[in-house]
């Protein structure tokens, strides 16, 4: 395979000297600081979602968290290489999945998290520790994985992804001193900074696809398939390893969630700063369908769980009113 990684922005100008970083043209340039500017303030955003205090409190007790971390970079960059060898995808492909499986978690496992009635402290520790560990696990996992594929080991710039994920530290810091600081803006930013950053890679993706004329077709069913299964999974094993290692019900619905979700802005970041348009193709979309996959299926596991809570808790509640008896302890219980 081709040499088909570039450079990160704020680093050399080619790498082996083969392909320069960015692609000839203002709107190249343009394109690829509006992206740095999103990625900025998305970890922003997700910053301000992070207490000192929580981190404290998970760092003395830290079995959930360590458990949610083997879930997080044990079970999905496992999927995506498993994944990428059984459907076979092609090079440059295998590369952008297993940039999407080792990627830490983000905000939208927050939100899932909160909707399924998940524990939020462990959520938001759980993104804080995973977005610092990508410095190291991701670079690491990465080089890993590409020993299972030929003519890839040297196309992935192992030392611009570190340098990068150290860089997105920054507003990632700068969001927690907001939020220790001044907590009142951190709900606005948070909210505010998901969206602008959302629609804004979303334009830029499009602008990119259409300079470079991108027949979408390249976008094979093999790899819509592997976005469609690789959250499943990751809902899937990190709550049964939840449940495994003796976590509650409700802390392994906070795994599972935090499990199948990547950052997909970081994700999107990555693909888009690391490699040229003309090399990426019609991969570059690749992370909007994979974040757009996440969404679904947390959307229907949130709609399963409330259904199933809907029911369980009207079946109690007939059940007691059809036993007096059962009434009466549970007056008794909360008396006591």
Known sequence: MENVSAVHVFGNDSLNGTLDFVAPGAMARTLNFIMIGCVFVTMVSLGCTM????????????????????????????????????????????VVVLICGCSPGGLLSNMSSLFIKGDMNLSIVMTTFSTVLALGMMPLLLF????????????????????????????????????????????????????????????VVTLNTLKMKTDLAGLTTSILAVAALMPIIGYTFGYLLSR?????????????????????????????????PEVIGALLVFPLIYVLSQLCWAVLLVLLFRTHQYFTQRNK???????????????????S
């Open 51 to 94: 207490e000192i205090a929580r981190i404290k409190a998970h760092i003395v007790k830290p079995k959930g968290v360590a458990i949610a971390l083997l879930a997080q970079y044990g079970i999905m960059p496992l999927t995506a290489f498993s994944l990428a060898k059984a459907f076979q995808l092609p090079e440059m492909a295998s």
């Open 144 to 203: 890993i994985y590409c020993q299972g594929f030929e003519g890839i080991q040297d196309a992935i710039p192992y030392k611009d992804i570190a340098l990068s994920l150290l860089i997105i530290l920054i507003p990632c810091g700068i969001g927690i001193l907001i939020n220790h600081y001044r907590p009142k803006y951190s709900n606005f930013i948070t909210k505010a900074g998901l969206i602008l950053s959302s629609v804004v890679m979303s334009v």
């Open 244 to 276: 495994l290692l003796r976590l509650s019900q409700t802390e392994s619905r906070t795994v599972s969630m935090e499990t199948g979700c990547q950052n997909g802005q970081l994700c999107l970041a990555l693909v888009s700063l690391l490699f040229p």
């Open 317 to 335: 509640g007939a059940y007691q009113a059809a036993n007096p008896e059962m009434q009466e302890v549970g007056t008794l219980e909360k008396i």
